[in-house]
């Protein structure tokens, strides 16, 4: 954690904090789909183990670099969306059981929904996977993310209440910064979201 | 007193008039009032032309009543109801408990219409995969237009068990004001509602005897908890017999759950949230020793108390104890406790308590009786060897990953898989998560437990192999179909190829409930599994290669099913709008997460409805025409 950090500081790069839908250190806007079933796209017509094997580890690879090149961390395994099929209530419980891992359980809601549902942020290394997350949980999508007119031209945006109650866009402040300030989320429509930001 | 209705031509009208049709004989549908002795006077302008009197008849109608009412299988009734026109009128008045197994296939209106003495009523909503956040969290399997119907039809409704329906706190309080004589709520995987709407429930229903939410998501913020177990009446017993809240995550009022209790004499199943703590949780069973069913709490300390309770007496004094649960944040040390109900346990639920391989022994070692165990893969190959060598009456297992994550390896195996196919013989249920397997195991499995009813291995690896010998693991699921004769549900896992489904298409007769997720090569697959099964009613399918072509050969068996789920296969529009033309009776529902692909199918959700497609669908759902 510390590492990123100081990387922040010392590129004192705006770029570092935009956020992208695309790998990073890539110029254009790659659209990356929003499911995180990442394994979708490996269709194949024969069963060849070990090539499938390969072809697994692979795709898993490649979507660990979308999410990881900014932290040095080691990359974990990308979530394959609702697998194992394990009941989402029955994860939470078990992930906040762990003396060693304490989770970091946020609400999240939606503008129109009638409920919650709970995330653990520290399951996610960056906004990018946690946006896409998001987008998929709630079956909507964000847009493109810029410093002045945030998430513009998006019918939803992602939201937070930080520690001094204010409600920021999500992607306003550095990542480590946002992780420990995160209240809650909330998914408001665009209207809603344009009056806030931190510039 | 038969009224005076019209004779309706239907294809009856062939019949031989010389014998009393029962076909044409209009059943007055307040027949409360009708003479139950059998004897009748004939009615002036009676519809009997050719036989006068109507006596044979009215007879017939009565012991036909009093002989249905004794049908309790939905099955029975279903047949029954289908023999000719006054057998199906016959059945309905007599059918107390209505099941509607998909909210969408039927409307509100049209079951009310049908039934109307039901005291009981099931709804289930939302297909399984929903649980997994496969499903947009607003897709539907609303409530309300069911609870407005019933509590119109039904004033007199008695139970209510709902399974993956959206339930609001407003839909909560309606089922408080209609039912006077309301006495059983079961919420099963239910969301949208909070603890306004419990508390509703448990103030205003005095009849109450059961109110279970199982796995049910009951978030409130935090400014709208209310303090429900204090809304059950303050004075005077309950008719409380089971009372379950184990998934509620809010606190609640220890006190008023402890007065409840002491004012519950038939309490008999009692399911407590993370919140009681033992020493809490010891309070409570020396006010209840009579339960049967108990659910821990957290079986942990808050603080520390200067003098533990003696724990192990309490649990002693409970000698009908059979069914234990809970455990939500156990602390080993507190295990012994149980060692007194041990050998009357026929269910003992571990799933989440993060117990090792010594910690269970501890506890199995007594648990000669037990028939169902739910644990988590802490106990690894290890304690499930001491299952295998104690449990001989185990009929249903369950183990959960403590760890969701794809690993190389996992604590639990081909192993223990074995173990306990050797141990546990009378095995009927299993649900067996792991990282490895191989197919040696699982035909040991299906040699060993012939009486396999529910087979669900899931292999977290996708696509593995199996562990020793890299082939598929075609030949495991094989051997379970081909040997275990009474196979109604499975979900299969792993390597497979088309292989695997040319046998469950064979050997799967009597399937009912299929699973599966990253498998198959072609079309084929599932051209056999749909070509093959006829009990087939459950179908769901994710990430696997099965396009049109398989789709569409199912057109002969769509009818007959509850409903096919297919999501991230290679399905395109155009082959859905072929099936919605070809079988105007199914709903299908087509939900895209990417815009950009229009031809490409991301989800299908499909069902046979008599009321055609619903009108609540939100955006990203579109429904074929």
Known sequence: MENSMGRHETEMNFKATELRLGLPGVDEMEKVPSNYSVLRSNKRSSPETSEVESINKTNLNTSNTICHDQDNAPPSKAQVVGWPPIRSYRKNSLQQKKGEEVGMYVKVSMAGAPYLRKIDLKVYKSYSELLKALENMFKCTFGEYSEREGYNGSEFAPTYEDKDGDWMLVGDVPWEMFMSSCKRLRVMKGSEAKGLGCF | MRENHPQKTTEDDNRSSSIPDLARAEIAESSTSKNRTGLSEPVPGSNQTENPSPFPDQVLENVLENVLHFLSSRKDRNAASLVCRSWYRAEALTRSDLFIGNCYAVSPRRATNRFSRIKSVTVKGKPRFADFDLMPVDWGAHFTPWVSS??????????????????????????????????????????????????????????????????????????????????????????????????????????????????????????????????????LMLRAPQLTHLGTGSFSANENVDQEPDYASAFAACRSLVCLSGFREIWPDYLPAIYPVCANLTSLNFSYADVNAEQLKSVICHCHNLQILWVLDSVCDDGLQAVAATCKDLRELRVFPVDAREETEGPVSEVGLVAISQGCRKLESILFFCQTMTNAAVIAMSKNCPDLVVFRLCIIGVYRPDAVTQEPMDEGFGAIVMNCKKLTR????????????????????????????????????????????????KLEIRDSPFGDGALLSGLHHYYNMRFLWMSSCKLTRQACQEVARALPGLVLEVINNNEDAVNDIEILYMYRSLDGPRDDAPENVTIMQ
């Open chain 2, 150 to 283: 019933l509590a119109q039809a039904y004033p007199w409704l008695e139970k209510l068990h709902l399974k993956r329906m959206t339930v609001t706190d407003d839909n909560l309080a309606v089922i408080a004001d209609s039912f006077a004589g309301f006495r059983e709520l079961l919420l099963v995987c239910c969301e949208g509602f909070g603890t306004p709407g419990l508390a509703a429930i448990a103030a205003k229903c005095r009849l109450l005897r059961v109110l279970e939410l199982v796995e049910s998501v009951i978030e409130v913020e935090d400014d709208e908890e209310v303090d429900w177990v204090s809304c059950f009446p303050n004075e005077g017993q309950t008719h409380l017999e089971s009372l379950a809240f184990d998934c509620v995550e809010c606190p609640v009022n220890f006190e008023a759950l402890e007065g409840l209790v002491a004012r519950s004499p038939c309490l008999k199943k009692l399911r407590l949230n993370r919140s009681v703590s033992m020493a809490q949780l010891h309070r």
């Open chain 2, 490 to 537: 499975l979900a299969v896992s792993g390597l497979l190829t088309d292989r695997a489904f040319e046998y469950i298409g064979r050997y799967g007769k009597l399937i009912r409930t299929l699973s599966v997720a990253f498998a198959g090569d072609t079309d084929l697959g599932l051209k056999y599994v749909l070509e093959g099964c006829p009990n087939l009613k």
